[in-house]
């Protein structure tokens, strides 16, 4: 799955990989989590940045509390499933970021958190879907989720699922509302691990109160309880 991530560029940056417009006021993220309000690209603006919630609540399951959303949708069956199929062919969207997180299990109390990047530490898009939902109140919202896929073999030493990352030259095809479902689906597979780069980062990305700087630095190993540990 993916649960965590980060956009730590400016934006100046943003707009420039994505020829899209950012709000003024926006501020790097280092721990972004679920249920927050977010940045996206949908084809329906595609020279503006949105903002959605991150958790999608399934077309027959409207008016359920954030708690109950999903965040991700596997690639291998998101054309077929009733709750994400509608979303797949008419409600697609880029997900900006520049990192990921997972965490590696060692034994039944450790965890340690890796964060995943570019070799050349540039931006990218998780590959996403999105729709508008009516909560408790009967407020309207956008939400998305973001695509799983197999690991690749980088990301396998850590986690059996990764986010789907998108090539840049499949950006645009994912956003056109006419490109076939065929090759929407090629694009959801492992993105490369020799473009990619895992490291240990603090504990403190297991607590979405952080959020700074420190975060995406590259760290000793340490387990959830800020302990060192031998194993990287």
């Known amino acids: 799955m993916c649960g965590r991530y980060s956009l730590s560029k400016s934006k100046i940056?943003?707009?420039?990989?994505?020829?899209?417009?950012?709000?003024?006021?926006?501020?790097?993220?280092?721990?972004?989590?679920?249920?927050?309000?977010?940045?996206?690209?949908?084809?329906?603006?595609p020279k503006g940045f949105s903002f959605f919630y991150w958790g999608i609540t399934p077309e027959f399951g409207r008016n359920k509390?954030?708690?109950?959303?999903?965040?991700?949708?596997?690639a291998e069956s998101v054309h077929e499933k009733v709750s994400f199929k509608t979303s797949f062919k008419q409600r697609r969207c880029l997900v900006p970021a520049d990192g990921f997180y997972e965490w590696k299990q060692l034994g039944k109390k450790t965890k340690i958190p890796y964060r995943f990047t570019m070799r050349d530490d540039e931006?990218?898009?998780?590959?996403?879907?999105?729709?508008?939902?009516?909560?408790?109140?009967?407020?309207?919202?956008?939400?998305?989720?973001?695509?799983?896929?197999s690991p690749n073999e980088l990301v396998s030493e850590v986690h059996d699922r990764m986010p789907v990352i998108l090539n840049?030259?499949?950006?645009?095809?994912?956003?056109?509302?006419?490109?076939?479902?065929?090759?929407?689906?090629?694009m959801l597979k492992p993105y490369q691990a020799e473009k990619m780069l895992s490291f240990t980062v603090s504990p403190m990305v297991n607590s979405v109160k952080n959020d700074s700087p420190a975060i995406i630095k590259r760290t000793s190993p340490m387990d959830q309880f800020g302990n060192y540990t031998l194993f990287g």
């Open 13 to 45: 940056e943003l707009e420039e990989r994505f020829q899209a417009e950012m709000l003024p006021d926006f501020n790097p993220r280092y721990n972004i989590a679920p249920t927050q309000l977010l940045p996206v690209i949908t084809s329906q603006s």
């Open 168 to 186: 840049r030259e499949d950006e645009k095809k994912w956003l056109d509302s006419y490109t076939e479902e065929k090759e929407l689906l090629a």
């Open 123 to 149: 931006l990218f898009a998780f590959a996403g879907i999105w729709e508008e939902y009516e909560n408790i109140n009967g407020e309207n919202h956008h939400t998305f989720l973001i695509l799983t896929t």
């Open 65 to 74: 509390p954030v708690a109950q959303k999903l965040i991700n949708a596997k």
